[in-house]
């Protein structure tokens, strides 16, 4: 079966663009996770959607958003970038929590 | 919701040797994952153990649990170079959080 997809692979914005990343789950797979890992501060939980709800939130700010559409596909957004946000983005999938996740390869995001 | 602390911060090993990090965490867990991960890439689930799981085997991998001392251990026997990662423990309930991981080296 397919695995987690995520798009685009590598991206390089400018400082105070928006940014959309996009993440396909494994197909029946309702909950999404967004991760974001940088040298400096390791793997950090953005959020988690489960049936189209943000059920968990990390500690970043409100820059930071994502959804849920009714296909489980998920999508983040970060709007104002900043140079501090380039990091590799991860998006993991699951059939729900007490089960094991399913990463993506990551978005590598450059701000410049 | 919390993260666990792996322990060694980096291990390194010759290839055939056995290599064991452990996980603390800080309140009661429902279950807790071990994952892998490759450099720049994105990580790979190991094994998953239930809160009232022991411990647990998957090919040269085993995991133990125990819940009095909130702790976790991963052994990976007779290693190989392509063992060569960091190894991350998630204690979750609902949602996985991660600590720094053990970075592991095993030379050929």
């Known amino acids: 079966k397919a695995g987690v997809t995520q798009t685009p692979r590598y991206l390089i914005k400018t400082r105070g663009q928006q940014v959309t990343l996009s993440c396909s789950p494994i197909s029946g797979h309702r909950s999404v996770s967004w991760y974001q890992q940088t040298p400096g501060q390791g793997l950090q939980f953005l959020f988690e959607?489960?049936?189209?709800?943000?059920?968990n939130k990390g500690n970043f700010p409100g820059r930071f958003s994502g959804r849920q559409f009714s296909n489980s596909r998920s999508e983040m957004n970060v709007s104002t970038l900043e140079l501090g946000d380039s990091a590799l983005y991860l998006c993991?999938?699951?059939?729900?929590?007490?089960?094991?996740?399913?990463f993506g390869s990551g978005t590598r995001l450059t701000v410049v | 919701s919390q993260q666990g602390e792996e322990d060694p911060q980096a291990l390194s090993i010759q290839e055939g040797e056995n290599a064991t990090m452990n996980c603390s965490y800080k309140?009661?867990?429902?279950?807790l994952q071990w994952y892998r991960q490759n450099s720049g890439r994105g990580l790979v689930h190991l094994i998953l153990?239930?809160?009232?799981?022991r411990e647990k085997h998957s090919g040269r991998l085993r995991v133990t649990l125990d819940t009095s001392k909130k702790s976790s251990s991963l052994l990976i026997t007779a290693s190989r170079a392509a063992d060569t990662a960091s190894y991350f423990c998630a204690p979750g309930n609902n949602d996985m959080r991660f600590g720094a991981g053990t970075r592991l080296t095993v030379k050929p």
């Open positions: 153990i239930r809160s009232n799981e």
């Open positions: 959607y489960f049936s189209e709800t943000q059920r």
């Open positions: 993991a999938s699951s059939l729900d929590s007490g089960t094991g996740y399913t």
């Open positions: 309140t009661s867990i429902n279950n």
